[in-house]
């Protein structure tokens, strides 16, 4: 099994969901976060003069998946959130070891496959 994360744009969001559902991908878990990269924030305008945000706001994706499955949907999630400027987003996969159901107590694989 695999974890993706990725971090994306929020308003690429609903593309990311729809195009994961589309493939059958259903179960995932977003958080709202903040951070920066080679985007290194954004100079903004206003009455005292300009100031810098150095802390973008950004939705992380996380969904745990078989491993015939991450590929796939690491190139779903890139199509999805795919502008073509500075500040995309990025992908991390990672192992996992387990996974437990909480309601059922079932392990592994069967925790992150649909049927």
Not at 36 to 54: N, S
Not at 60 to 76: F, W
Request: charged fraction near 30%.
């Amino acid at each position: 099994m695999k974890k993706i994360e990725a971090i994306i744009r929020p308003e690429k969001l609903d593309a990311v969901k729809d195009a994961l559902s589309a493939k059958g991908m259903l179960g995932l878990t977003v958080t709202h976060v903040s951070g920066r990269g080679r985007q290194k924030g954004i100079a903004l305008q206003w009455r005292a003069g300009e100031y810098r945000v150095d802390f973008l706001p950004k939705v992380k994706i996380e969904l745990v998946l078989s491993d015939e499955e991450c590929q796939p949907a690491v190139e779903t999630i890139c199509r999805a959130a795919w502008t073509g400027r500075e500040g995309d987003g990025m992908i991390f996969v990672l192992p996992v070891e387990n996974a437990y159901r909480v309601r059922t107590s079932d392990n592994g694989e069967a925790c992150v496959t649909v049927k």
